[in-house]
């Protein structure tokens, strides 16, 4: 049934220096991807006319859910058919495969899970509110709703390792979707409310002596309140309060997806992750999803799943930065607490394009992925696919080049329009392409976002990719002025450089910087020289 498309071995999670890279098909590999819509994947008459518009877009890596409700509609009887729908199809357009776990929780909620387990309340009891109203949200407190989800992934796991074990189509995959508890910080259920009165697991404790040093501070903060105590319940360590009641979900929660996560690898050995839905500024627990793997609670899931590989952020908010700094902690060399940046969803907007360069040149980033990928009308002509034919094509030279620190990643906009940065020995500066007020959108109240990937090659020898920049080097040696020898355009084909236009005179404003025009998105090359 399946082509022969990039045979190898199964895809592992390596840390290479302090940096993360997966290994696809023995070769490092970024995901250039982008998420499906929810229910884009239940239907494979729907999908048909999609894989043409991914292709178009330049995916490499398509995210996509698998629905526990539809592969066991009745208990202990599994339909693979959509599952082997995407391996096909991801494999005949040469793309790989993220699954989405849809088990458990989907967006806090248990809508996924299937009709015989919904409707059998006293066998699968359910999260309830503070005030004792059952939610449609099985509580983590219960082993029948554990097993069944362990049973059903395992399945899964299975199936992916018969079917697809030797294209390595799927190359991670995700532990339900968004955890996290609502309306309330934490559930009440029966269950739940005698664990709380329970001590605080020894795992958690000696986990939180372990890195006391370099806990988020919000876990910290609580703990330090209440004199730093090594035993007792969770109001006791933590204090009272609604925070406790998140910590306390955070870790059932990290404790349930790493059981599930667990079975799974036992049968095939898949990097796996866990995504957030990330907690609006200034809100408190239960009013956003409480206890998934959000910043402030990630020592949790770090100390209650160890065996998941990452924490992902969904990131639908504005500050792309603030929120990708919190997820990338690739430089703590401890495996236990380290994290790569990997995005699973982004929203699908004007920007993402800069977005892109920017997180893979500035941090260790493994995957970006607009949510709801399928839902544009011109994936011809979408920006985010233009970003991605360039960074397909400078994939290897990314992962080649950061872990010995000589890439950087630039992201620039009207308020933040200079960006400056030492590679080597010149001091490189990034401008918004409209700081040279050459265009008559320059004098517009907002301005596109503009971004770009910077990679040295050589002492004096950069690749500069992105949109809408202007780039300037100079010498950091005393006395020294920088010049350039050549700047070229061009293209790799099969990781071999073809040099197109050389970029002089207008182009390079008589050698005096480096340009790609807003709307436009290329790679060139650049050799400097000192004098
Ligand atoms: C985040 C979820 O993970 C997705 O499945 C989807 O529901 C989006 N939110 C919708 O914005």
């Not at 872990?403 to 490189?428: E, H, I, W």
């Not at 008589?510 to 400097?528: E, N």
């Amino acid at each position: 049934m399946l082509n022969t498309y990039a045979q190898g071995h199964i895809t592992k999670l390596i840390r290479n220096g302090n940096y993360f890279q997966f290994i696809v098909d023995d070769k490092p590999y970024l995901i250039f991807g982008g998420e499906l819509g929810n229910s884009s994947a239940s239907s494979s008459e729907y999908m048909r006319p999609i894989w043409p518009k991914l292709k178009a877009m330049n995916l490499n890596t398509v995210i996509a859910p698998v629905y526990w409700e539809l592969m066991e509609p009745i208990e202990g009887k599994f339909d693979f058919s959509l599952v082997d729908s995407l391996l096909k199809n991801a494999c005949l357009n040469k793309m790989k495969l993220v699954l989405l776990w849809f088990g458990t929780w989907k967006n806090s909620m248990s809508c996924y899970a299937p009709a015989w387990i919904k409707t059998d309340e006293k066998r699968f009891p359910r999260s309830e509110d503070v005030n004792g109203i059952k939610q449609e949200i099985m509580t983590p407190f219960d082993r029948n709703i554990l097993e069944s989800d362990k049973r059903a992934f395992v399945k899964l796991m299975k199936h992916i390792k018969q079917t697809d074990n030797k294209q390595n189509t799927v190359i991670t995959v995700q532990v339900e979707n968004e955890i996290g508890m609502l309306p309330s910080a934490r559930t009440h259920d029966e269950a739940a409310n005698k664990v709380f009165e329970q001590a605080v697991p020894l795992q958690l404790i000696n986990y939180l002596i372990k890195h006391k040093g370099a806990l988020e501070p919000g876990v910290r903060s609580l703990w330090e309140k209440n004199g730093f105590k090594t035993a007792g319940s969770w109001e006791d360590i933590f204090g009272k309060g609604l925070f406790t009641d998140e910590i306390f979900m955070a870790w059932y929660y990290a404790k349930y997806a790493n059981e599930i996560a667990a079975a799974g690898k036992a049968v095939y050995d898949l990097p796996m992750y866990v995504n957030a839905a990330l907690n609006r500024p200034g809100w408190k627990p239960g009013l956003y999803p409480s206890g998934g793997p959000i910043p402030h609670v990630m020592d949790i899931w770090k100390a209650g799943a160890p065996v998941l590989d990452m924490m992902a952020p969904d990131i639908y908010f504005p500050d792309f930065e603030h929120w990708a700094n919190l997820y990338d902690r690739h430089e703590l060399e401890d495996r236990e607490v380290a994290n790569p940046l990997f995005i699973p969803e982004i929203r699908f907007e004007k920007g993402d394009d800069a977005k892109a360069f920017f997180a893979f040149g500035n941090y260790n980033c493994l995957s970006f992925s607009p949510f709801s990928i399928q839902s544009t009308d011109h994936p011809q002509t979408e920006p985010i696919g233009k970003t991605y034919s360039i960074l397909q094509q400078i994939s290897n030279l990314i992962t080649t080049y950061q872990p010995r620190r000589q890439v950087a990643g630039f992201l620039l906009s009207k308020d933040s329009s200079t960006t400056t940065d030492t590679m080597a020995n010149y001091r490189v500066t990034v401008k918004h392409d409209y700081t040279l007020g050459w265009s008559a959108a320059a004098k517009k109240d907002t301005w596109p976002l503009s971004g770009c990937i910077v990679i040295q090659v050589a002492p004096d020898e950069f690749y500069v990719a992105g949109t809408g920049v202007v780039i300037t080097f100079q010498s950091v040696v005393p006395g020294k002025r920088a010049g350039f020898l050549r700047i070229d355009e061009g293209k790799f084909e099969n990781k071999k450089w073809i040099a197109g236009r050389r970029m002089n005179g207008d182009q390079d404003h008589q050698g005096r910087h480096v340009r790609i025009p807003a709307d436009d998105y290329g790679i060139q090359r650049v050799k400097l020289y000192q004098y």
